[in-house]
């Protein structure tokens, strides 16, 4: 969508009308974003795809950089502000993806980028410390794993405490059986992604690991836990990784899972119109559901983000 400075999108009535019957500051265009108050925000979450990134593979491999991604990151960083970088992504370890894109101009760090395969890892440590792991994918979910000092199992071993399902580009059947029997026996079962499709601006594609995790589910009657987004597995870790209180965080994204992740965080979410979702997917949205800003673009918010980022900088 081409914000309304550019002589297209929605009306003026509709935002007036949005506006006024949701609780939302509905502003494509960024031309009222200066008066929302966002002082007491130090903390910031960037999705990729969709987001940052205009691509048609999940953490920004092949895809383009939206303008203003590069600024506004750099923006937030030189006021002093904890950024991190988060995709759904869980096929390569998060440093692959950071790398990606540190090479196509983002200034990500390893340390500060976030799959949901780290995630699962993180919560797997803290929650279920010394059980025996399966992971049904790649080393985006393994390679985490065994850096918290995870003991990974393979198909034909006793059976795992713990099945994690992650993205890969291919799956055999031992290892399906193994997680299907473990989680039969009642171990515990997680996914990566609990959405059917991905978005990244460019279309969209089956996520795979969701699909993957549905017929373990349909083989044994359980539904697994989502450790990406939205869920409350993702929420705990990013809330640990920036250290700061919920309220002063805020999710930038093009899904609504960004919204809904802000919000199991206590956070703000920020919906840019730039990918997964638009302006007329909020008319039946619930109340909890809904954003509390919306844009056109992460190019519209780091323009309008400018005087207050800079007014909260160290």
């Given at each position: 969508?081409?914000?309304?400075?550019?002589?297209?999108?929605?009306?003026?009535?509709?935002?007036?009308?949005?506006?006024?019957?949701?609780?939302?500051?509905?502003?494509?265009?960024?031309?009222?974003?200066?008066?929302?108050?966002?002082?007491?925000?130090?903390?910031?979450?960037?999705?990729?795809?969709?987001?940052?990134?205009?691509?048609?593979?999940?953490?920004?491999?092949?895809?383009?950089?939206f303008p203003g991604a590069r600024e506004i990151l750099n923006q937030l960083h030189d006021a002093?502000?904890?950024?991190?970088?988060?995709?759904?992504?869980?096929?390569?370890?998060?440093?692959?993806?950071?790398?990606?894109?540190?090479?196509?101009?983002?200034?990500?760090?390893?340390?500060?980028?976030?799959?949901?395969?780290?995630?699962?890892?993180?919560?797997?440590?803290?929650?279920?410390?010394?059980?025996?792991?399966?992971?049904?994918?790649?080393?985006?979910?393994?390679?985490?794993?065994?850096?918290?000092?995870?003991?990974?199992?393979?198909?034909?071993?006793?059976?795992?405490?713990?099945?994690?399902?992650?993205?890969?580009?291919?799956?055999?059947?031992?290892?399906?059986?193994?997680?299907?029997?473990?989680?039969?026996?009642?171990?515990?079962?997680?996914?990566?992604?609990?959405?059917?499709?991905?978005?990244?601006?460019?279309?969209?594609?089956?996520?795979?690991?969701?699909?993957?995790?549905?017929?373990?589910?349909?083989?044994?009657?359980?539904?697994?836990?989502?450790?990406?987004?939205?869920?409350?597995?993702?929420?705990?870790?990013?809330?640990?990784?920036?250290?700061?209180?919920?309220?002063?965080?805020?999710?930038?994204?093009?899904?609504?899972?960004?919204?809904?992740?802000?919000?199991?965080?206590?956070?703000?979410?920020?919906?840019?119109?730039?990918?997964?979702?638009?302006?007329?997917?909020?008319?039946?949205?619930?109340?909890?559901?809904?954003?509390?800003?919306?844009?056109?673009?992460?190019?519209?918010?780091?323009?309008?983000?400018?005087?207050?980022?800079?007014?909260?900088?160290?």
């Amino acid at each position: 969508m081409v914000s309304a400075e550019g002589g297209r999108g929605p009306a003026e009535g509709q935002r007036r009308v949005l506006q006024q019957r949701r609780d939302v500051r509905v502003d494509p265009s960024g031309r009222n974003l200066v008066n929302a108050d966002l002082s007491d925000i130090r903390g910031w979450v960037f999705d990729v795809d969709g987001c940052l990134i205009r691509t048609a593979a999940a953490g920004g491999h092949g895809g383009q950089l939206f303008p203003g991604a590069r600024e506004i990151l750099n923006q937030l960083h030189d006021a002093g502000h904890k950024v991190i970088v988060c995709t759904n992504a869980s096929e390569r370890p998060p440093e692959v993806y950071a790398e990606h894109l540190r090479e196509i101009g983002l200034p990500v760090r390893d340390d500060a980028f976030v799959t949901a395969g780290s995630a699962a890892a993180d919560h797997v440590l803290a929650h279920h410390p010394g059980a025996r792991v399966l992971v049904v994918g790649a080393e985006g979910v393994s390679a985490p794993m065994r850096e918290r000092g995870l003991e990974l199992v393979e198909p034909g071993s006793p059976l795992a405490d713990v099945v994690v399902v992650g993205a890969a580009a291919s799956y055999d059947a031992a290892t399906l059986n193994a997680a299907a029997l473990a989680v039969a026996d009642g171990a515990a079962f997680y996914t990566t992604a609990g959405t059917p499709w991905f978005h990244g601006g460019r279309g969209r594609s089956l996520a795979v690991s969701a699909s993957i995790a549905a017929s373990v589910s349909f083989a044994t009657g359980r539904e697994p836990i989502v450790a990406g987004k939205p869920s409350a597995v993702l929420a705990e870790s990013l809330l640990r990784r920036l250290d700061v209180p919920g309220s002063a965080a805020a999710v930038v994204g093009d899904a609504l899972a960004e919204i809904q992740l802000a919000h199991h965080m206590g956070g703000t979410g920020i919906l840019l119109l730039s990918g997964a979702t638009s302006l007329s997917d909020l008319d039946t949205l619930p109340q909890p559901e809904r954003p509390d800003i919306v844009v056109d673009d992460v190019a519209v918010l780091h323009r309008r983000l400018a005087p207050q980022s800079t007014r909260q900088g160290a």
